[in-house]
């Protein structure tokens, strides 16, 4: 498998990119890297911390988009930085994905600008995996998105389904649509007009409305929304987990007697944090884009880009995006 690695996005670029890379490489020796970015500063970090050196290719780009520009006018006018030149390697076959922590608005406008949307999809959009108390959910949409149609929220549940059968493993995956409230009648006129879809729909296992604070509980395998919505929960859930650890932080240092309890947990507390942790997740998967491109976090670490890697190497090797294909195209007939 040949990868692309946007060496300039992110807040840590290009040092936690090349980490990333490094440590991927550690494990996948079979596959090659191919990283976009500036040539001088990416060759002086990779002879430090890639080795060996023969499974890398550099593109020199020395146009960078920062996360401040406007999404397509930055597409249309930085023709040599990093996206748009990973972008089109992709769009002509030269890799088979794309893993970027810079802009998702760039990265969303370079995916259909210049690689295109899989025929008979609307939007794309960004998912990705949330923690509940006994494992994880699917979360679609969390951002791509921000004013959406229902036969948008039909088409993420439809997508989300098809990766988590075939890439998560589990078969005929629940869907809920967050709500207000989980009876039918509930919510604004997308929520009503998107339910009756979902209901309808005979390729997605549609359970229902879910509320907000059923999530860290019990919810379904996949949960839908528009991108506002989910950015909004995306962030919260980031945001609690934090202030959950900074909590436990503080009072383990309130009393000499906390410090010592502290420590007889602190095996347990990393194993908690691990779960929470969103450089274990890597990378929020852009379905419907014809072609693999995976969004890590901006605040991306090392770690994070290890894993935003292994989630293109799973969907590549799982036949995902043909998958995908498949499945609108299937649905678009009936």
Do not use: H, W
């Given at each position: 498998m040949r990868i692309g690695i946007d060496a300039m996005g992110g807040d840590n670029a290009p040092h936690a990119v090349?980490?990333?890379?490094?440590?991927?490489?550690?494990?996948?020796r079979d596959d090659e890297i191919v990283i976009f970015?500036?040539?001088?500063?990416?060759?002086?970090?990779?002879?430090?911390?890639?080795?060996?050196?023969?499974k890398l290719e550099i593109i020199d780009c020395k146009e960078k988009i920062e996360f401040e520009d406007e999404p397509v006018k930055a597409i249309r006018q930085k023709k040599d930085?990093?996206?748009?030149?990973?972008?089109?390697?992709?769009?002509?076959?030269?890799?088979?994905?794309?893993?970027?922590?810079?802009?998702?608005?760039?990265?969303?406008?370079?995916?259909?600008?210049?690689v295109g949307r899989i025929k008979g999809i609307d939007r794309p959009a960004l998912t990705t995996k949330l923690p509940y108390k006994d494992g994880q959910y699917l979360l679609i949409d969390v951002g791509s998105n921000t004013d959406c149609r229902p036969i948008n929220i039909l088409q993420f549940a439809q997508m989300a389904t098809v990766y988590v059968s075939k890439v998560l493993?589990?078969?005929?995956?629940?869907?809920?649509?967050?709500?207000?409230?989980?009876?039918?009648?509930?919510?604004?006129?997308?929520?009503?007009?998107?339910?009756?879809?979902?209901?309808?729909?005979?390729?997605?296992?549609?359970?229902g409305n879910v509320e907000a604070r059923s999530l860290p509980f019990s919810p379904p395998d996949i949960v839908v929304c528009d991108g506002f919505v989910g950015n909004i929960v995306l962030k919260l859930t980031e945001g609690m987990g934090l202030l959950f650890f900074d909590i436990l932080k503080d009072i383990?240092?309130?009393?000499?007697?906390?410090?010592?309890?502290?420590?007889?947990l602190k095996p347990y507390l990393k194993r908690l944090k691990g779960k929470y942790d969103y450089k274990e997740v890597g990378g929020a998967p852009l379905l419907g884009i014809d072609g693999i491109i995976v969004k890590c976090h901006g605040s991306s670490d090392g770690q994070a880009i290890f894993s935003g890697i292994h989630q293109a190497k799973a969907f590549y090797e799982n036949n995902v995006l043909a998958l995908l294909k498949e499945e609108i195209t299937a649905e678009s007939e009936v």
């Open positions: 090349i980490e990333g890379v490094a440590l991927y490489l550690k494990e996948n970015g500036d040539k001088n500063i990416i060759e002086e970090e990779c002879v430090q911390r890639v080795q060996p050196l023969d930085s990093s996206i748009v030149v990973g972008l089109q390697y992709l769009k002509e076959g030269k890799i088979d994905a794309f893993v970027s922590a810079g802009s998702t608005g760039a990265l969303m406008a370079g995916g259909l600008l210049i493993g589990k078969k005929n995956p629940t869907v809920g649509l967050l709500n207000i409230g989980t009876e039918e009648n509930k919510g604004n006129d997308l929520s009503k007009q998107s339910y009756e879809l979902l209901k309808s729909a005979k390729n997605i296992n549609f359970v383990a240092k309130s009393s000499f007697r906390a410090k010592i309890g502290g420590l007889l």
